[in-house]
């Protein structure tokens, strides 16, 4: 099986088991978002700077690898106009049940960011894209895409793993697979992410994702750093995750 098929599968069965990142916003949250108040994320627990977006009404958003029904209500409640790609069925029926629950259009999409991104070259004004990049072994084409599909001033805002969370056994507390982080390359690794239910996933470097963002002609205008939320790591405030504002000059 297509290790995307892998990571479809499962990210569909953890949301029928409860998965946070899988459980869409309230009526009351996206009631809230239309009176101004508002937060989303694109790390664990760091809010994202309102400043990040800017003005929202009549933009054109892409929500890359967004599913869920957790970001898109929001920004649409904001008045921008949302188009959201996904590769899990699940988190995109997510979104669909809320634009119905809700009363707005959604173009919703079923497709892998691995591949070319089905959208003419200049068409959004923001892309919204949290931690996922995980999931995929090459990242910089997807940040090449990014930047084709964005206008010119277009904003790219990304969540990044650092590779930290791969280093560790499931307490962290013991040092266990050395970095790069790749099931596919690693029969090991592969082993245990199919026996532990974790997907298969991928640690990449500072320089793949920030380099990769550089390379495709973005310019980072921010950037913070979060950790899991919860565990060991977390415990001790050890950044995990960080993200990223770019744009297309």
């Not at 627990?45 to 933009?59: D, E, I, M, N, R």
């Not at 173009?107 to 003419?120: E, H, N, S, Y």
């Not at 793949?208 to 310019?219: M, N, S, Y």
Request: charged share 20%.
């Amino acid at each position: 099986m297509d290790y995307q098929e892998i990571n479809a599968s499962a990210i569909d069965k953890w949301c029928r088991e409860g998965w946070q990142w899988g459980q869409p916003v309230s009526h009351e949250t996206f009631v809230k978002a239309q009176c101004g108040q508002w937060d989303v994320l694109l790390t664990p627990t760091k809010p994202v700077p309102h400043s990040w977006f800017g003005q929202l009404a009549g933009k054109k958003l892409l929500g890359l690898a967004s599913g869920g029904g957790q970001q898109i209500p929001i920004f649409t409640a904001l008045g921008a106009s949302c188009t959201v790609l996904d590769y899990s069925p699940a988190q995109c029926d997510s979104e669909k049940l809320v634009a119905r629950r809700e009363g707005y259009d959604v173009t919703v999409i079923r497709g892998d960011m691995t591949k070319p991104l089905p959208f003419a070259s200049g068409t959004f004004d923001i892309i919204f894209h949290p931690v996922s990049n995980c999931y995929v072994e090459k990242v910089e084409p997807i940040f090449a895409e990014c930047f084709r599909i964005l206008k010119q001033g277009g904003v790219l805002l990304c969540g990044l793993d650092n590779g930290m969370n791969y280093i560790f056994d499931e307490q962290e507390r013991e040092l266990k697979y050395p970095l790069p982080f790749n099931p596919l390359k690693n029969r090991q690794q592969y082993e245990d992410s199919i026996q532990n239910d974790w997907g298969i996933q991928f640690s990449h470097t500072i320089e793949e994702q920030l380099g990769g963002q550089l390379k495709a002609g973005f310019r980072l205008t921010d950037i913070f750093e979060d950790t899991n939320g919860e565990g060991r790591l977390h415990e001790f405030h050890v950044p995990t995750f960080f993200a990223t504002r770019a744009v297309k000059e």
